[in-house]
C-alpha cells in the first residue's frame, strides 16, 4: 500500500465519523454560532483525538483494549447518554449573549480546554465508534488484524485525525461566518434546539440500555 493511500484511506474514515450530524456536531455549531469559530473548531478537535484513539486501537491491533472496551460497553454508553443529557441540559439553560456580556457565557467561550475535553470525552464514551472503525480497517484490507505494519497503520491514523480535524474546520468556518451577527433572541433559539436534540440523543442511549436489560431481565 502506497502511504497516499493510506493518508487518503484514513481521512476518508475520518470524514465518515465525523460528518454525519450528532451531539458533537451540535455542540460545534452551537459554539461556533455562539462564541466564533475558534471555539467551535476547538471542540471539534476533540472529537477528531477521540476518533484517532479509536482509529489507533483497530489500526495497531489492539485487541485488549478492543476487548475490554466492548467488556464495559454498558457502563461506557451509560456515562456517554448520562454526560449527553447533561450537556444538553446546560446547553438550552445557557445564557442567549453570544458574546460574553455575561460572566457564565464568557467563561464557557473562553475555556477552550473544557471545549476540546467535553467533546472527546463524548467521542470515547460511544463505543459504536470503535466498531465502525474495526469494519472500516477490515475493509481496507485487514491492516486492523495485524496484516499491515505499524507504519502503515500510523499513516491511516494520522490521516483518520486530519479528515475529522479538516471537517470540524470547514464546518465551523462556514458557521463562524455568521458569528456576529446572531442576535440574543436568535442565539436563546439554537441554544434550545440544540440542548433539546443533545438531551434527546443521550435519552436515546439510557432508554435502549433500560429496555436492552430489561429484555434480558425477563428471558
Not at 489500526?59 to 456517554?80: D, H, P
Amino acid at each position: 500500500m502506497t502511504i497516499l493511500y493510506l493518508i487518503l484511506s484514513g481521512v476518508v474514515m475520518g470524514l465518515v465519523a465525523a460528518v454525519p450530524i450528532g451531539p458533537v456536531n451540535l455542540i460545534c455549531i452551537r459554539r461556533s454560532f455562539a462564541f466564533g469559530p475558534l471555539n467551535g473548531f476547538v471542540s471539534g478537535l476533540g472529537a477528531a483525538l477521540g476518533d484517532g484513539i479509536f482509529a489507533a486501537i483497530m489500526g495497531f491491533g489492539l485487541t485488549w483494549i478492543a476487548q475490554m472496551i466492548e467488556g464495559y460497553a454498558t457502563i461506557i454508553e451509560l456515562i456517554g447518554g448520562a454526560l449527553m443529557v447533561w450537556m444538553g441540559f446546560r446547553t438550552f439553560g445557557s445564557p442567549p449573549v453570544p458574546r460574553g456580556v455575561d460572566d457564565r457565557a464568557d467563561s464557557e467561550g473562553t475555556n477552550l480546554f473544557r471545549a476540546i475535553m467535553s467533546t472527546f470525552a463524548l467521542t470515547v464514551t460511544n463505543p459504536v465508534t470503535l466498531l465502525s472503525f474495526g469494519v472500516m480497517f477490515a475493509g481496507l484490507g485487514g491492516l486492523a488484524g495485524g496484516a499491515g505494519d505499524y507504519g502503515d497503520a500510523g499513516f491511516v491514523v494520522a490521516g483518520v485525525v486530519g479528515g475529522s480535524a479538516g471537517w470540524w474546520l470547514a464546518l465551523t468556518t462556514v458557521i463562524g461566518l455568521f458569528h456576529t451577527r446572531i442576535d440574543e433572541k436568535a442565539m436563546r433559539l439554537i441554544n434550545r434546539i440544540c440542548g433539546v436534540l443533545v438531551m434527546v440523543c443521550g435519552l436515546v442511549v439510557l432508554v435502549h440500555l433500560s429496555l436492552k436489560y430489561a429484555g434480558l431481565a425477563l428471558s
